[in-house]
C-alpha cells in the first residue's frame, strides 16, 4: 500500500505564511488560521509542505486502509486559496448558498479571495464540520 506523501511535521506554520509571496493572500491566511484556531480550539501544524492542518482524526477505510489526518485546513495556492472541509459539502446546501463567489472538489473550497465571500458563514461552515469530525470520531 502507498503511504502517504503529505504528512504533520514539526515545521513552522509562521515562517511557512511568511514566505507566502502575494500580501494580500498572506493576510487572508493569517484571517483564516485565527478562524480555524478558534473553531477547532487546536494549535496550527503543516502538514507536507504547504498545507496548514488543525487537529486530526483517525479514519478507517474498508480496504483496510487507515491512517490519521486533519480535521479543517487551508493552503495557499498560486491560484486560490484552498480551504479543507473533510467531510465535504452535501451537509451544507444552504450555508454554501450564502457563501458568496467560490468553487468546490470533494473536500476542497477554493476561494480566490476571503473577500469574495462572506466571511462569517466560513466560520459557520468551518465550525459545523468540525464539530461533525468530533461527533463521529470523538474530539
Known amino acids: 500500500m502507498a503511504e502517504l506523501k503529505t504528512k504533520l511535521n514539526d515545521a513552522s506554520v509562521d515562517d511557512f505564511i511568511e514566505s507566502v509571496e502575494d500580501e494580500s493572500k498572506r493576510d ?6 485565527e478562524l480555524m484556531k478558534n473553531a477547532t480550539g487546536e494549535d496550527p501544524k503543516m502538514w507536507g509542505s504547504s498545507i496548514v492542518g488543525f487537529g486530526t482524526y483517525h479514519y ?4 483496510g486502509r487507515e491512517g490519521d489526518w486533519m480535521k479543517t485546513g487551508f493552503s495557499p495556492r ?3 486559496l484552498t480551504i479543507y472541509i473533510m467531510d465535504g459539502f452535501g451537509r451544507y446546501d ?10 468546490t472538489g470533494k473536500s476542497c473550497l ?3 479571495r476571503l473577500s469574495d465571500i462572506d466571511f462569517k458563514v466560513l466560520e459557520k461552515l468551518v465550525k459545523a ?5 468530533d461527533q463521529k470520531y470523538g474530539k
Open 110 to 112: 477554493y476561494v480566490k
Open 60 to 63: 478507517k477505510y474498508a480496504s
Open 129 to 133: 464540520s468540525v464539530r461533525h469530525f
Open 78 to 80: 498560486k491560484q486560490n
Open 94 to 103: 444552504e450555508l454554501m448558498s450564502k457563501l458568496g463567489k467560490h468553487r
Open 28 to 33: 487572508d491566511c493569517r484571517r483564516v488560521l
